[in-house]
Nanobody
């Protein structure tokens, strides 16, 4: 059974940083692309960043230059380092195991974590 478990959310002041982690179990990890999504109240879930099996990364324009996605295949974990956080980054953040694809885009897979709340407020 595939499980994704996020951690690292919390309350932070504007300009602060958080590092989210997503531990994957029950699956071969290294062959799958992984993505981080977020969903703010009243808004659709949006793709924030994704990383290919080979380590290539892609970011939404709203977080480019502030967020960094990385993966540790030895620990079956994907991270999202979030710097210079702003109130508009407040959301529940979810990790997702993507479908392997030869395109540069990200195709969301079936498996999601339970989400971790990130709140940016003074």
């Amino acid at each position: 059974q595939v499980q994704l478990v996020e951690s690292g959310g919390g309350l932070v002041q504007p300009g602060g940083s958080l590092r989210l982690s997503c531990a994957v179990s029950g699956s071969i990890f290294s062959i799958y692309p992984m993505g981080w999504y977020r969903q703010a109240p009243g808004k659709q879930r949006e793709l924030v960043a994704h990383i290919t099996s080979g380590g290539g990364t892609n970011y939404a324009d709203s977080v480019k230059g502030r967020f960094t996605i990385s993966r540790d295949n030895a620990k079956n974990t994907v991270h999202l380092q979030m710097n210079s956080l702003q109130p508009e980054d407040t959301a529940v953040y979810y990790c997702n195991r993507g479908f392997p694809t030869t395109s540069s885009g990200y195709v969301a897979g079936t498996y999601w974590g339970q989400g971790t709340q990130v709140t940016v407020s003074s």
